[in-house]
């Protein structure tokens, strides 16, 4: 119980610096950003004695590993600093608190589960606490935009580790994640014949109305229990000409890895409607279901079980997002998701959360990285 009144005393400090790191703002596609964003956060962990690796990238921004402390076990934490929020938006959004609330972008997702462990090791470092375990923290650089290249490092980082904690924020309510739905982005591209829309459209194949036939047969894949959204449709050049080409993106999201083979045969399935129409289909990112195993299980109940010290009732649920956590989780590492405060508005204006949740998560991460 110590480390509760340790962080109670340390609220205003921890704010501030979530104040400073959300006013760092740091859009997955702006990598001198990032950096900035990761720069700080890095310097802070040195302060507390953390070993820092960083593994440069071209394009995204770089990707950092801390390390602190010795022991045969090893838990990773996985955390990410990228938002989807342009530079500029803090004018707009502003880091403000009103009563037991602070919002700002980013503040949910995630940066306030980045405070909770820069807090976490400063209070193991001041309070010369003796975790079991060694602790890595992984800080990405491109979760929100399907962490395409980071991936190889989370799960290298997973198969070393018996542990992974995901500080991604929690369910609303504060329940933490023990499932969660893969994620398949799919492109769709119809190819036809462009003519004159006048003078002789027999002659044209319409490569949208083409992708718009395919494309009403989604259905039967959300009859089978699969959610699929078609969120941007490309095509046409004038009004006057027939297209030869359109593309359709599709965000498709499913529970169980048993799933993406039938999702697969699905798309293999298509056929064009049309003689002279072409179709064809790839799979432009992929994140897997987290399941709710027994190994998974297992560590629940022994977070569950910690947080009992604090008086906290941990409880679990489902989220229909997906985090970096699910990489982890599908190699079959006991992964535990949602530690982060509670709040709500990921990627919405109202975006938030709640302080007391802050200063009680970070407690509970503590004793979670000295216990396990």
């Not at 009103?98 to 972008?105: S, V």
């Not at 309510?173 to 769709?188: M, P, Q, W, Y």
């Not at 003078?199 to 959610?227: H, Y």
């Not at 297992?298 to 985090?323: P, Y």
Request: hydrophobic share 40%; with cysteine; aromatic share 8%.
């Amino acid at each position: 119980m110590q480390q509760i009144y340790y962080f109670i005393n340390k609220k205003q400090e921890i704010v501030d610096f979530l104040r400073e790191i959300v006013t760092l703002e740091s859009p997955s596609t702006d990598k001198k950003a990032v950096n900035r964003c990761s720069a700080f956060v890095v310097e802070n962990l040195k302060e507390s004695g953390a070993k820092i690796k960083k593994f440069k990238q071209k394009k995204s921004g770089d990707y950092f590993l801390a390390e602190i402390g010795k022991g045969e076990r090893k838990i990773l934490v996985l955390t990410h600093v990228d938002t989807v929020w342009r530079v500029g938006k803090i004018s707009e959004m502003p880091f403000k608190i009103e009563k037991d609330r602070i919002f700002g972008p980013g503040v949910f997702d995630m940066k306030g589960g980045i405070t909770m462990f820069v807090f976490a090791l400063k209070a193991i470092n001041e309070l010369k606490l003796k975790p079991k375990s060694k602790i890595m923290l992984f800080i990405n650089s491109e979760e929100e935009i399907s962490s395409k290249n980071s991936k190889k490092y989370i799960e290298k980082f997973a198969k070393e580790s018996d542990y992974v904690l995901c500080l991604e924020p929690a369910l609303p309510g504060g329940a933490v994640k023990t499932r969660r739905k893969g994620v398949l982005t799919i492109k769709i591209e119809s190819f036809g014949k462009s003519v004159h829309s006048g003078l002789d459209p027999q002659k044209g194949i319409n490569a949208i109305e083409e992708l718009l036939t395919q494309l009403s047969f989604i259905n039967k894949l959300r009859e089978k229990g699969v959610s699929a959204n078609i969120g941007k449709i490309i095509g046409g050049e004038r009004v006057n000409i027939i297209p030869d080409k359109a593309q359709a993106f599709l965000d498709i999201r499913f529970w169980e890895k048993e799933k993406i083979k039938e999702i697969e045969n699905f798309f293999d399935r298509m056929k064009p409607s049309v003689n002279g129409a072409k179709i064809h289909w790839e799979k432009l990112s992929f994140t897997p279901p987290m399941e709710r195993t027994r190994d998974s299980q297992a560590l629940f109940l022994k977070a569950k079980k910690i947080a009992e010290i604090l008086n906290i009732n941990l409880k679990q649920g489902d989220s229909g997002g997906g985090s970096d956590a699910s990489f982890a989780s599908y190699l079959g590492i006991p992964t535990i998701d949602g530690l982060g405060p509670n709040g709500d508005g990921a990627h919405s204006e109202n975006e938030h959360i709640i302080v007391s949740s802050l200063i009680e998560r970070t407690a509970l991460l503590t004793e979670l990285l000295c216990n396990l």
